[in-house]
């Protein structure tokens, strides 16, 4: 369990001191929650990351789908305002989740945590720079920046660290237009990744690309002005989250009809089981909700070299439940993820697996 992982007695207390059964010790920390939150900060803070963040910015911030975050590099450039900022608003359309329901205490808790990893040194932004002009600013991005941050700063066709780029560029350059970004960053914070660059990631210094103090403020400038263009309205994604069908049969001819119509699809049927299988005693599982696994391996592959990480929300598993009195077939809509990963390979290939997805669920409710 995450807690028991995150909440180690062991490194604060003396033996004779510690709590003994975890469940116990689980029990305590929530009805002391509060009082431990503020004894405790970067405890708390690791429990939090390890349950929001770790997903994507990988085990104390190494990186993965997110950016790496315990670069000393990076937590010089940046100080907490920005941290609890980016945590609270997130970045949307660039995959990072907002984080509302956080409190100020646990988003300070994180940022506390997050710092750990750089030891602790606080940030040192450079000087605010001078009022700069947002067209010359435009100029100098085209020239400079937008190979890497995309035309007008929309980021990078892929996010974080990724396998499917050269050694050079692992690292994503980040969406500068992004409105979680710019809410989060000050005038100084952007003016010091551009002066100073992120050592151990491919974002340059100004000094390497030859650009004066003016240019730098220009830049800031122009960086500024793209908060107040109006953004893309996100695409719609046709039939929301999960594509459904209802079968006018019981599970059990529905199930084998779903199995003839994945295999009519060229996909290949890998296993069938409960979808609580291996969550509860063996015999005593829900005979009502049932999972499907199969895959198309050619078009998996294609997709994975689009984007490594495409494996991780790949549906590949059609689900299906009885409920009340229904039976429906039901998988994600890969269509969600071309609203997640922002790459037009990638939206053509989610388009034409939406378009498989739907076949299969149609032709087993038929
Ligand atoms: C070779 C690719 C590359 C070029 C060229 C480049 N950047 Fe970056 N930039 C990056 C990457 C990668 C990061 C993320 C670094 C990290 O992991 O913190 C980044 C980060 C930033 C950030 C911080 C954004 C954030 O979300 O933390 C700003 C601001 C920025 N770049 C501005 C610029 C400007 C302005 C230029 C042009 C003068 C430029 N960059 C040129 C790759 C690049
Ligand atoms: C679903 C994946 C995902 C989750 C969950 C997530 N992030 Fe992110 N995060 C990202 C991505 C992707 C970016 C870069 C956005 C871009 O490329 O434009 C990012 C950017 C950031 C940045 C800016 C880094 C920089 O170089 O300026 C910080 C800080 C950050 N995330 C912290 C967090 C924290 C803390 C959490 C947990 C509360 C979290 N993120 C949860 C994906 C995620």
């Known amino acids: 369990m995450a807690l028991s992982v995150s909440i180690k007695p062991r490194e604060r207390k003396p033996a004779s001191r510690r709590l003994g059964a975890g469940s116990a010790f689980v029990v305590v920390f929530w009805a002391l929650g509060p009082q431990i939150a503020a004894a405790r900060p970067a405890t708390i803070g690791a ?10 910015h ?69 000087g605010a720079g001078k009022p700069g002009n947002p067209a010359r600013g435009a100029v100098l991005f085209a020239a400079h920046c937008a190979l890497c ?43 010091t990744a551009v002066v100073r660059g992120v050592a151990g990631t491919p974002m340059p210094s100004s000094r390497r690309e030859g650009l004066t103090a003016k240019n730098v403020d220009d830049l800031v400038a122009y960086i500024r002005s ?25 599970l059990a001819p529905t199930i084998a009809r779903l199995k003839d119509a994945v295999q009519a699809a060229n996909m290949r049927l890998i296993r069938v089981q409960y979808l609580d299988q291996g969550f509860v005693t063996p015999g005593m599982e829900n005979k009502h909700q049932v999972i499907v696994y199969s895959c198309d391996f050619g078009f998996l592959n294609t997709a994975l070299q689009v984007d490594p990480r ?10 299906v439940l ?14 969600r993820l071309s609203t997640l990963f922002n790459n037009a390979a990638l939206s053509r290939l989610c388009d034409e697996m939406y378009h498989r997805y739907r076949d299969v669920i149609e032709e087993a409710t038929f």
């Open 149 to 191: 941050h995309g035309a007008a700063g929309v980021g990078a066709p892929s996010t974080g660290v990724t396998l499917s780029r050269p050694r050079s560029q692992p690292i994503m350059a980040p969406a500068l237009d992004n409105p979680g970004y710019l809410a989060s960053a000050s005038d100084p914070v952007i003016r």
């Open 226 to 250: 793209l908060q107040n263009r109006p953004q893309p309205a996100t695409p719609p994604v046709r039939g929301g989250p999960d594509i459904v069908g209802v079968s006018p049969d019981g």
């Open 58 to 126: 990988g085990e104390r911030g190494r990186g993965g789908i997110g950016l790496p975050l315990s670069l000393p590099s990076f937590q010089q450039n940046v100080d907490n305002r920005y941290l609890r900022r980016t945590i609270r608003y997130g970045r949307r359309g660039r995959i990072m989740p907002p984080s509302p329901r956080l409190s100020g205490a646990q988003l300070r808790s994180m940022v506390r945590y997050i710092r750990r990893w750089a030891g602790n040194r606080p940030a040192t932004l450079v």
């Open 47 to 56: 429990r939090l990351y390890n349950r929001d963040c770790a997903a994507c």
């Open 310 to 319: 495409v494996g991780v929300f790949l549906p590949c598993r059609i689900t």
């Open 322 to 335: 009885q409920h009340r009195g229904k039976v429906l077939v039901m998988s994600v809509n890969p269509k």
